[in-house]
């Protein structure tokens, strides 16, 4: 696998998508992209798929290549991906999973920057499950468990 596989969902331009692959290209990345077929429901994320043991130390080595410090890194991407605020022609968020332990986080609009900086630290183990930023508390939660284990999943 490359370092990085981004399923976009194919309803909105790819506009986000070549501005992303600038950067990562720039930091040494390589990254494969696939249009993802549009899901029923409320939400569409865009979907990032890293080749790492965990999620916390490969989110870490990637963007801190990317950026002045992880941190920034981290954030610049989803922001040239999904935009600060809501948009009709960009998804509503984008969820990095690590391939191996199926842990993913989900970025969404409007995000702090403790959110970035918490992400990077925290470490989800190797159980699988879902991440979410928890604004009352600033602080992610595991909010889902994940069973599942073919093939990814957004």
Known sequence: MTDIEIFWPAAYP???VHA???LLRE????ATYRRAPMRRGPETYALVLLAGHTLQPFLRA?????GEDAYTGLRGFVRRL???KPAVDAPDGVVFECVRTRAQ???THGLPD???RQALALDPGTA???WAWQHERQTWIRFEERTETAGPAG
């Open 27 to 30: 930091a040494g990345i390589q």
């Open 20 to 22: 992303t692959d600038d």
């Open 114 to 116: 403790a959110a970035y």
């Open 14 to 16: 790819l506009d986000a």
């Open 105 to 107: 986080f989900v970025f």
């Open 82 to 84: 999904i935009g600060r």
């Open 62 to 66: 990637v963007f801190e290549r990317v």
């Open 128 to 130: 699988p499950g879902r």
